[in-house]
């Protein structure tokens, strides 16, 4: 990694050392990756008024395979397993931050 970088990642986060400082970084923009899943999930869960598993369910069934219904799947599915895989590295991070 470019020394300039973890320069910045420094100066940004306060941290003294350049891997605490890019553990903060990678912290925060897990963070902001996780708030991005969940608002996608929470707007899905409002339009249609249950949970995934349940849409997915009642799609073809009680609801049409239309094309918006379509991408709200795989939009929904997409942000359930980026959900999990960042929550995951979250924990990671945090493990080997302790």
């Known amino acids: 990694m470019k ?3 973890l320069e910045l990642a420094q100066e940004l986060t306060g941290q ?11 912290h925060a923009y897990l963070q902001l990756k996780i708030r991005r899943c969940r608002r996608l ?3 899905l869960e409002r339009k249609y008024g249950m949970g995934f598993e ?15 219904h ?5 939009a929904w599915e997409e942000a ?3 959900l999990r895989y960042f929550q995951e590295q979250a924990q990671q991070l945090h ?4």
């Open 3 to 5: 020394p300039a970088i």
């Open 54 to 68: 349940e849409f997915a369910r009642r799609l073809g069934v009680e609801l049409p395979l239309s094309w918006e």
């Open 16 to 26: 003294p050392d350049p891997e605490s400082a890019m553990s903060e970084v990678l």
């Open 80 to 82: 359930l397993t980026n």
């Open 70 to 74: 379509e991408r709200d799947f795989l």
């Open 41 to 43: 999930i929470a707007r």
């Open 95 to 98: 493990a080997h931050a302790s």
